[in-house]
């Protein structure tokens, strides 16, 4: 750990609330700050649901999660269960016209929030060129952010933004046809591009919250932080895949993918991320927030590809 054990403890004060906890990131995100590890750190963990009866909310509540139902008057709701909140997670998935998100950026300001993680988490959509044509969700996003350091910034909130490319499990929307064995590449096989596993974000999460919240480190945190746990390409990943996961893996050139795969187009976000990874924008190895996290990996290893295959024997 990059923070010793007692200076962390020291600061077991923080109430840390995540929005969108029961699903697929924000279970990871919930569950791993509920375990051991984490729950001492933090005074309570709250965690905000539109359906407390749902078998997710059930089982982070038995795991010790404060758990707020969002219902009746979202802002009300919402006002109480922030309350004394100091560090929020947006782990929202895509909620187009859902007055959640704008809801929970106002109440946080109203609640003095003190450091505000949009739901990010992927691809820095700031890079694109797509311009009209990309993918709604990145408009969304970008939209959601500006209001967010809008509300935020003028009660002297931070608000965080967290890139950390693809977590392992993700890889098939890059074109990964695990039922014919087939990876269609996303322009050249030896591009690489930033592979992050979901543990290792929420490890970057609590670190960000205890770097924000000592006025001594508070500033040395940018508003948008470049993690990369791994960096593979899609040539590293056929040799994983042929020696962790018993071979006969296909590799199609983008010739042969606009001819047999013409789906992909269709699938806009996919696409667009692809199109990002063959730029080579979706590889932060150059560049990226690693040792501000995690100097020297002294806090933890970060997981790898290898690892990932090696244990599912896919992708
Ligand atoms: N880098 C990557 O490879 C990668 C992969 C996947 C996702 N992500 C990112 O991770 C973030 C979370 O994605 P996810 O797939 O985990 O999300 P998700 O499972 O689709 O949704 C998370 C939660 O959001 C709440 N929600 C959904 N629709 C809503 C609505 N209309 N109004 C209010 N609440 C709503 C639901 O909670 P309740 O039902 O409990 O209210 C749901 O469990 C996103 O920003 C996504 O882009 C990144």
């Not at 403890?9 to 590890?37: C, D, Y």
């Not at 059930?58 to 707020?68: P, S, T």
């Not at 910034?153 to 087939?182: H, K, M, S, W």
């Not at 500033?219 to 962790?244: C, N, Y």
């Amino acid at each position: 750990m990059s923070f010793n054990v007692s200076s962390r403890l020291s600061r077991g004060q923080s109430v840390i609330a995540i929005a969108g906890a029961t699903g697929n990131l924000g279970m990871v995100i919930a569950r791993t700050l509920l375990s051991h590890t984490y729950r001492p750190f933090f005074s309570r963990v709250v965690v905000l649901t539109r359906d407390s009866a749902s078998q997710n909310a059930r089982m982070l509540a038995d795991l010790g999660a404060d758990v707020h139902v969002l219902w009746g008057d979202i802002h009300d709701a919402l006002r109480s269960a922030l309350r004394g909140v100091d560090v929020l997670i947006n782990a929202l998935g895509r909620a187009p016209g859902s007055e959640v998100p704008d809801a929970l950026i106002q109440i946080a300001a109203e609640a003095r929030v003190a450091l505000y993680f949009p739901s990010e988490f992927g691809v820095d959509h700031r890079s694109s060129s797509f311009g009209a044509a990309e993918p709604q969700v990145w408009s969304l996003k970008r939209e959601h952010e500006n209001k967010a350091r809008a509300a935020l910034g003028a009660v002297g909130a931070q608000v965080v933004c967290v890139y950390v490319g693809i977590f392992p499990n993700y890889l098939g929307v890059l074109g990964f046809d695990r039922e014919n064995r087939t990876i269609l590449a996303p322009g050249s096989p030896t591009q690489r591009l930033s592979v992050t596993s979901q543990v290792d974000l929420v490890r970057t999460l609590v670190e960000l919250s205890f770097l924000c919240m000592s006025p001594v480190t508070t500033a040395s945190v940018p508003s948008h932080v470049h993690i990369t746990g791994d960096v593979v390409s899609v040539a590293d990943i056929l040799a994983l895949l042929e020696l962790g996961a018993g071979g006969n893996v296909t590799v199609r050139g983008p010739d042969e993918q606009e001819r047999d795969f013409p789906w992909l187009r269709r699938l806009m976000s996919s696409f667009a991320a692809r199109e990002l990874a063959s730029a080579g924008k979706l590889d932060f190895s150059g560049d990226n927030d690693n040792d501000l996290v995690n100097p020297g990996q002294r806090g933890w290893k970060w997981a790898t590809v290898a690892e990932y295959v090696q244990e599912k024997k896919t992708l």
